[in-house]
């Protein structure tokens, strides 16, 4: 199915900003640059390089208005690697550049950097840590961070350095996608995919036990209200196709999280002997009905028989795996171009929401 680009454009000229989250609290958002210093990169060859992340807080707020940021920090630089990770669709990178182009013009409910007042800084939220797709990013599913924040949690999420489809640090570096360096004359085997893999969702989940040691830290020794409001005795994670995979493998190792929510999560990296040992904590997923690689729920299904009772899984007809993130919502055209699948948008979101909201509020509320 293809489209000219003429025809794309006319579709366009006008993407919808995010809808209103339903909580009672408005919400501020900050963008930091963090490094790992007990850590190498292991995405680069200089023996010295530590990991970098770039991660981005969604906190509640309590102002009568605020000042909408947008969606996407330098658009001009990421409308192109957005566009390449549309890879399974019959529509050229290019198309998809122009589709998207007018992305730069969405505005969240977010207020970039807002203040937090004394009567929030005396309370303290629930952390939910958000892990994004292979190629993804990590303002990817803000429609569900803003719907949580506004319900009374903090959120982080991430950028995973070169796992990201761009990653733009604050002195203009950048780190691009490299998680799928593959040589494709060469046939690879599932040895071969799981001695890939298995490292990068390792990287992934010690990039989340990073973000909650370094907030531990800054909670003893900065001035920053926002450290204060965040409560590291309630702890959740959730995330989308290779960031529930990563979510489920950091809940494992990471004593300090309690419960998982993945969202279509990719649960074939997942490293057999936590499927065979299970997971003795909350989780659930939730999920198109079929995925192409029949692994992906063979081993979910495993997981869940071995885990006592604690996971549970939720499929939803008539979706396909973009409907999992903020995609579907700007534009009906993707359904024409079969990003999104047949359930209509709105119920989708309505539907995510509920489940999250559901889940969270159960668990750490």
Not at 248 to 255: E, F, R
Not at 279 to 289: A, D, E, N, S, T
Request: proline fraction near 4%.
């Amino acid at each position: 199915m293809l489209y000219s680009c003429s025809f794309i454009s006319r579709k366009v000229i006008k993407l919808k900003d995010l809808p209103s989250p339903s909580g009672q609290y408005k919400i501020g958002t900050r963008i930091y640059n963090w490094t790992d210093e007990s850590r190498t990169e292991d995405f680069t060859d200089d023996l010295l390089d530590k990991r970098k992340i770039v991660v981005q807080i969604w906190y509640p707020i309590d102002a009568e208005n605020i000042q909408r940021s947008k969606y996407l920090d330098n658009p001009e630089k990421r409308i192109e690697p957005i566009a390449k990770q549309f890879g399974e669709i019959n529509v050229s990178p290019k198309l998809i550049s122009t589709l998207i182009s007018n992305i730069k013009y969405i505005k969240t409910n977010a207020e970039l950097n807002a203040d937090i007042s004394s009567a929030i800084s005396i309370k303290k939220y629930p952390l939910l840590l958000f892990s994004h797709g292979l190629g993804g990013m990590r303002m990817q599913n803000t429609i569900q961070i803003e719907e949580l924040v506004s319900q009374g949690y903090v959120v982080i999420a991430p950028d995973h350095a070169y796992d990201a489809n761009i990653t733009i640090f604050n002195n203009n570096q950048i780190a691009e996608f490299k998680a799928d360096d593959y040589d494709d004359s060469i046939e690879y085997t599932i040895e071969d995919f799981y001695s890939y893999r298995i490292p990068q969702i390792n990287t992934r989940a010690l990039d989340l036990s990073f973000i909650i040691n370094k907030i531990q830290n800054l909670k003893l020794t900065s001035d920053e209200k926002i450290w204060g409001i965040i409560n590291l005795d309630k702890i959740g994670v959730f995330g989308h196709s290779f960031g529930g995979g990563t979510g489920l493998v950091s809940m494992y190792h990471n004593d300090n999280i309690d419960v998982c929510l993945a969202l279509d999560g990719w649960i074939k990296p997942i490293p057999n002997h936590i499927i065979k040992s299970g997971i003795q904590k909350p989780f659930l997923y939730i999920g198109q009905v079929e995925w192409k690689d029949s692994l992906n729920y063979y081993k979910l299904d495993q997981l869940i028989d071995n885990s006592n009772f604690n996971g549970s899984k939720i499929l939803l007809p008539g979706t396909k795996h973009f409907d999992y993130t903020d995609t579907p919502y700007f534009h009906n055209i993707v359904k024409k171009i079969g990003v999104s699948g047949s359930m209509p948008t709105n119920t989708v979101i309505d539907t995510l929401n509920y489940y999250l909201s559901l889940f969270f509020n159960k668990h750490l509320k």
